[in-house]
Structure formats: structure tokens, C-alpha cells
């Protein structure tokens, strides 16, 4: 053997002492990486806690126009499992046109139902605006014409009107949804 060979292993002394750092450094290395591990998978369960308790209180807003025995009736309805709230409404006629209630947007249809004909109307209007809370399974009734006479008078007016309606809502934790003439479902706005 050589000398440097020797010489190697003269300076590998395993002591008892070294022994027990080097084993406490290795165990040290190995409980940080179980813990980044383990923060992990926290910040990761987290998350899933977090979707499901915003899915536990989803909002979920329709419009339903509906024409029955009783007349015609638009209605938004909440079909989610959590309140929503509203944050803007906006009604628009001919593009230009703004209404940030719906009865404001209503009275100007019967308004110019009136303007082409002197016949009377059944009519009940609700003012939807913002602030206002749709609690779930429940709905706003925003108009109920009554009458065959009207509500062919009343559909017919907005048949001929170029209008639109865009409603802003959230959830209790703040995640926000459009619902607009242009869509047949909610979209997501922010989070």
C-alpha cells in the first residue's frame, strides 16, 4: 500500500462523537425536507377547503320570462345553494338607453305601449337594483302583466325594442358573476 493511501485513512477517524453529528445532521436534512413535504400537502388541502366552502354557497341566477294562464311574468330566480347579491343592473334600450332599475326599464316599455295605444294594462312591476339580495331558491318577479290584451301588447313591445339587461352578482365570499341578455349562463367575472 502507499503512503498516501495510508495517509487517507489515518485522517478518517470515526469517533463515537462524529459518528453521532453526522448522524444528527442526516436526520436534520431529512425532517426539513418531511416538513416542506408537509407544507405542501397543508397549503394543497387547504385549497380544496377552500373551493368546497365557496361551492357550499354558490349563487347561481337565471332569467325565466315565463307566459302562463295567469299572464306573463320575468322573473330572476337564484337556483344556487348560497345568497346573491347584487351589485350592478343595467337595462338598456337601442344600445343608448340605460336603466339601473328594472321598473325604470318597465315603465318606459309600458310607456310606449301607451304612446301607440290608449288601451289599459294590467301590470305590476318590482324595482331589482343594486343592494338588493336574492336569498337561494327564491327569485324577483321584476313584472306581471295580466291580460291576453296586454301581454300580446307587452311582448309585442319587446319584441319590436332593441333591448338588453346585464345583472352583476356575488357571492358571500366576494366572487363575482355576469349575467347578461348575450349569455344564457353566468360568467365568471373575478375571484
Not at 337565471?62 to 345568497?83: A, K
Amino acid at each position: 500500500m502507499s503512503e498516501a493511501a495510508e495517509d487517507t485513512k489515518k485522517k478518517i477517524n470515526w469517533s463515537p462523537e462524529k459518528v453521532m453529528s453526522s448522524s444528527a445532521l442526516l436526520i436534520s436534512v431529512v425532517s426539513v425536507i418531511a416538513l416542506f413535504y408537509q407544507l405542501h400537502l397543508a397549503r394543497e388541502e387547504n385549497e380544496l377547503i377552500r373551493k368546497q366552502q365557496s361551492a357550499s354557497v354558490l349563487p347561481h341566477l337565471s332569467m325565466l320570462p315565463t307566459l302562463g294562464p295567469d299572464g306573463y311574468t320575468m322573473d330572476f330566480v337564484n337556483q344556487g345553494v348560497g345568497p346573491a347579491f347584487i351589485k350592478e343592473v343595467e337595462f338598456r334600450v337601442g344600445g343608448s338607453t340605460k336603466f339601473l332599475r328594472s321598473d325604470f326599464f318597465i315603465n318606459h316599455i309600458v310607456n310606449k305601449i301607451y304612446e301607440s295605444d290608449s288601451v289599459s294594462i294590467s301590470i305590476g312591476t318590482y324595482s331589482m337594483m343594486e343592494g338588493d339580495v336574492i336569498p337561494a331558491n327564491n327569485s324577483i318577479n321584476i313584472v306581471r302583466v295580466r291580460g291576453e290584451a296586454g301581454v300580446d301588447m307587452f311582448r309585442h313591445q319587446l319584441d319590436v325594442l332593441d333591448w338588453s339587461y346585464a345583472i352583476i352578482y356575488e357571492d358571500v365570499y366576494g366572487t363575482r358573476w355576469r349575467l347578461g341578455s348575450e349569455n344564457r349562463f353566468p360568467v365568471l367575472v373575478s375571484e
